[in-house]
């Protein structure tokens, strides 16, 4: 059994996708912290919405989602990163920056909090989550 297809799907997920929701992170938080004019740019001349649009937008190629049975994991690990970043606030100050990403994050939002209401979050080969979306809960509130 060839397995290589698999160790190159995992590599994309923990090379390319958990440090592009980082970064993401990283750009809200100095959005937020500098109040940025979002048609402004740096000197490049590219105008600070289109790069946020931009990495938006990549979030979401996987739907915040792990690798594998490791999915409910890395979208939680997702919006961890996207929750500490008070993305709740920035998507009511700019709902239509990308509606794909508010569209993903508002429907993980709400079935984390129905998760931890309910009091349990089982997924991939039985795992329990709800310790990892209480976390997510709490930055979120």
């Known amino acids: 059994m060839d397995i290589s297809h698999y160790i190159e799907l995992f590599a994309k997920q923990k090379h ?3 440090p592009y929701d980082g970064i993401c992170k990283n750009v809200l938080l100095g959005g937020k912290a500098y109040s940025l ?3 402004s740019g ?3 001349g590219i105008p600070f919405r289109t790069v946020l649009e ?3 937008t990549g979030c979401t190629a996987r739907d ?3 690798s594998g049975f490791e999915a409910t994991e ?3 690990n997702a919006m961890k990163i996207f929750a500490s970043a008070d993305t709740t606030t920035f998507l009511e100050k700019y709902p239509d920056i990308c509606p794909a990403f508010e569209e993903l994050y508002t429907k993980y939002v709400k079935m984390i909090r129905e998760k931890v209401s309910e009091g349990s979050w ?3 080969f039985g795992n329990e989550y709800i310790d ?3 976390e997510v809960l709490a930055l979120l509130n």
Do not use: D, I, W
């Open 16 to 18: 390319t996708y958990e």
């Open 37 to 39: 004019n979002m048609q």
């Open 42 to 44: 740096p000197e490049s």
């Open 54 to 56: 931009g990495l938006l």
């Open 64 to 66: 915040f989602a792990g």
């Open 74 to 76: 890395g979208m939680l």
């Open 122 to 124: 089982k997924a991939g």
């Open 132 to 134: 990892q979306a209480r």
